[in-house]
């Protein structure tokens, strides 16, 4: 489970870095298309994380740590 959780954070880290990439060089015009789709990539990877997440605590598969709020 935390593989899976390390690795989505690595893809949502690196489609910013590509985005980030493309913003730094390259023409106007693909720049932007380039850019936008890398961006779009790391949306996508965040909503399927969160639903992931989700899922998994629906399921049973992971469980809240029970850190105290207050004491």
């Known amino acids: 489970m935390k593989i ?8 949502i880290l690196g489609a910013l870095a590509v985005a ?5 060089k390259g023409d106007s015009k693909s720049k932007s298309n380039h850019m936008a789709r890398a961006l ?10 969160f639903v992931f997440l989700l899922l998994s605590y629906k399921l049973g598969w992971i469980q809240p740590t029970g850190i105290p709020v207050s004491r």
């Open 4 to 11: 899976i959780i390390i690795l989505a954070f690595v893809g």
């Open 40 to 49: 779009a990539w790391r949306v996508g990877l965040s909503v399927l994380l």
């Open 20 to 24: 980030g990439m493309f913003m730094l």
